[in-house]
Nanobody
Framework: QLQLVESGGGLVQPGGSLTLSCTASGSTSGYYAITWFRQAPGKEREGVSCISSGDSRTRYVDSVKGRFTISRDSAENTVYLQMNSLKSEDTAVYYC???????????????????WGKGTLVTVSS
């Protein structure tokens, strides 16, 4: 089992920055692609960004390209989502999720998650 805990959310003004962290514990010795999702009030959950277990592949939804950066610190079992130039439409609960892979892979995506965190709230408002 893998446990995921998100942190770093909060209130930020438009144009500001936040860095979210997703820290894993438990069965961390395996290979996992990590995906960030978000769910805004009254909207469906959407995939925001992901990073493959081999760290060579990252993906971003069009609405955050050029503003968000995903990265991993394997020694800390943590994946980060650096969010810059935040907009009011980025307001949401952000979740990280893990997709277990059989080996080091270049794949990451927005389906087939095996483990989920409980989320952290990001509010972009003046």
């Amino acid at each position: 089992q893998l446990q995921l805990v998100e942190s770093g959310g909060g209130l930020v003004q438009p144009g500001g920055s936040l860095t979210l962290s997703c820290t894993a514990s438990g069965s961390t010795s395996g290979y996992y692609a990590i995906t960030w999702f978000r769910q805004a009030p009254g909207k469906e959950r959407e995939g925001v960004s992901c990073i493959s277990s081999g760290d060579s592949r990252t993906r971003y939804v069009d609405s955050v390209k050029g503003r968000f950066t995903i990265s991993r610190d394997s020694a800390e079992n943590t994946v980060y989502l650096q969010m810059n130039s935040l907009k009011s439409e980025d307001t949401a609960v952000y979740y990280c999720a893990a997709n277990r892979q059989s080996g080091r892979s270049t794949y990451c995506g927005y389906i087939g998650m095996d483990y989920w965190g409980k989320g952290t709230l990001v509010t972009v408002s003046s």
